[in-house]
């Protein structure tokens, strides 16, 4: 099963909009990875957070990591037609294996 | 650098056929996954290598699923018989080893659909 829940499954959002999507485990993490698979194509690697509380930016994209390491958020300011995809949150626990969240499919009104 | 290799990209068969999936990782990568992509789902790993052993396989049905990476290079996942719950996208990805802080890099996938 996943290890970590993703909400909110869907996110519709106006161009021009920000929007957070939460990712949560039960357990504490020892890091996060979050992905981004567009229509059609496969997953491909945004960032990895590895520090409690660590904040990283890329643009738009602001990631946290949450202070007990259970939890992460990804928020997108100013939405574009160009975010649209589903974006998996990933952790590791224990092991090597790398458990996907269910994701967040973004959908964007024009 | 080419990105990890997958073949074919759609695969249609019937029930009770057999069926393969090749990956090609991107050179110099150790660690070789098959994932398992259901719609509306994350992937879900089947089987982990690194170099030519299967070091994680607890998710592969091995009943009907078996894989292989002879050399420690390209790798081939196979279903033999393929029933109609096996309809999904199949994944494959690599990374430089299987330490926790690497990327994994994915192919572009195999979507198999069993009538």
């Known amino acids: 099963g996943q290890q970590v829940m993703q909400i909110p499954q869907y996110q519709h959002v106006q161009e021009g909009e920000d929007f957070t999507t939460y990712c949560n485990s039960s357990t504490t993490l020892s890091n996060i990875q979050w992905y981004k698979q567009r229509p059609g194509g496969h997953p491909v690697f945004l960032i990895q957070?590895?520090?409690?509380?660590e904040v990283k930016k890329q643009k738009r994209l602001t990631f946290q990591f949450g202070e007990a390491k259970k939890n992460s958020s990804l928020h997108i300011t100013a939405t574009q037609t160009t975010d649209v995809g589903t974006y998996f949150c990933?952790?590791?626990?224990?092991?090597?294996?790398?458990?996907f969240g269910a994701g967040t499919t973004v959908t964007v009104r024009a | 650098e080419a990105g990890v290799v997958q073949s074919p990209r759609y695969k249609i068969i019937e029930k009770k056929q057999p069926v393969a999936f090749w990956c090609n990782p991107i050179s110099g990568h150790n660690t070789l996954y098959w994932y398992l992509q259901n719609l509306g789902q994350g992937p879900e790993l089947l089987i982990r290598?690194?170099?030519?052993?299967?070091?994680?396989d607890s998710q592969l049905p091995k009943d009907r699923f078996s894989a292989e990476r002879l050399k420690g290079v390209d790798s081939t996942l196979k279903i033999q018989p393929a029933e109609l719950g096996d309809s999904a996208v199949y994944l494959c990805a690599s990374s430089l080893d299987s330490l926790p802080y690497n990327e994994q890099f994915f192919g572009p996938g195999t979507r198999l659909t069993v009538l």
């Open positions: 290598y690194e170099n030519e052993e299967a070091v994680d």
């Open positions: 957070l590895v520090k409690s509380g």
């Open positions: 990933a952790a590791f626990a224990n092991d090597y294996k790398l458990s």
